[in-house]
């Protein structure tokens, strides 16, 4: 069993940054993929990014690229969500997932955390 929790959400004005954490902890969790995904309000659920466990390679959304970084640090447990130029549209509730493999398909998540509120103002 892996155990995910999300934490750094908040509320920053458009044009912002923000940092989310994900500890990831449990069995074999350093051998997981991690993932991003974002579900907003009247939105399907959105994959945003992901980092492999070990060579740290990246996938990254059409929507996120060159804006959102995933850094791993696997030292302290902790995938990263680095979020720049925030905008109203990024107003979401934000968990993160384990995978076997690296993807940002909903469908490929073993495990999932229950998120944290990122809101963007104008």
Not at 3 to 25: F, K, N
Not at 30 to 55: M, Q, T, V
Request: aromatic share 10%; with cysteine.
């Amino acid at each position: 069993q892996v155990q995910l929790v999300e934490s750094g959400g908040g509320v920053v004005q458009t044009g912002g940054s923000l940092e989310l954490s994900c500890v990831v902890s449990g069995d074999g969790s350093n051998y997981y993929s991690i993932a991003w995904f974002r579900h907003a309000p009247g939105k399907e659920l959105e994959g945003l990014a992901c980092i492999d466990s070990i060579a740290g390679r990246t996938i990254y959304g059409d929507s996120v690229r060159g804006r959102f970084t995933i850094p791993r640090d696997n030292a302290k447990n902790t995938v990263y969500l680095q979020m720049d130029n925030l905008t109203p549209e990024d107003t979401a509730t934000y968990p993160c997932a384990a995978t076997n493999f690296p993807t940002i398909l909903r469908n490929g998540m073993a495990y999932w955390g229950k998120g944290t509120l990122v809101t963007v103002s104008s």
